[in-house]
Every structure is written in C-alpha cells, then in structure tokens.
C-alpha cells in the first residue's frame, strides 16, 4: 500500500508557479504575522520560498473511514491539475504574447 499524500496544496503548484521570480521563488505576506513569510537576511528582505512550501497543509484532504485513512480526495484532484495544468500554461503563454504586442503597438 503506498503512503498518503502528506502535503495537499489548497493553490495547486501549477498555478503558484505563475508568480515566480526567476529564481522560481515565490513571496507572500502573512496578515496575521504582519510579516513576510521566510525572512532569512539580516536586513529583513524577504528570500522568497519554493511552491512545494507555499499555500499547502499537511493532510488537508486526507479523510478517515472506520479507522482507514485515505487520500482520495487528494488523487482525483492530482488527475483534474494534470488536465488542466497544460490549458493554464498555454492562457498564460497567449497572454504573454498578447502583452508584448501592447508595448509595440499603440492605438494610432
């Protein structure tokens, strides 16, 4: 039998990745901490962290069953983002090429 899926994001990775720096790092802000998340310099800027770290919980979608625990829930959404990871990637592809139009052309 194999392991749960321990970590279940509640961002799926594929669209986290959409706000990366080139470093494929990603930066947020804790409200409730009024802080950003992974300071780690000395002077306070954040260093940002992976999207495997980033808007997930442990065992979010992990359910229990007279004492069995699944992760069903978990799997069927794993199978969804495989399908539309790709249709994302390429929205947001257009949308770069669209962008870079509207810096070369203008309304006259």
């Not at 947001?92 to 309304?107: F, G, P």
Request: charged share 30%; hydrophobic share 30%; proline share 5%.
């Amino acid at each position: 039998m194999k392991p749960l899926t321990k970590n279940n994001h509640f961002i799926p990775q594929f669209i986290l990745r959409n706000f990366t720096d080139n470093d494929n790092k990603i930066y947020h802000f804790s409200k409730p901490l009024r802080d950003w998340k992974r300071k780690s310099k000395v002077d306070g800027t954040p260093t940002g962290m992976s999207t495997k770290k980033t808007a997930q919980q442990i065992h979010l979608y992990t359910t229990e069953d007279d004492g069995k625990f699944s992760d069903e829930i978990e799997q069927k959404l794993s199978y969804l983002e495989t399908d539309i990871a790709p249709i994302v990637k390429r929205i947001v592809e257009i949308k770069k090429k669209i962008t870079a139009l509207d810096d070369v052309l203008s309304s006259e």
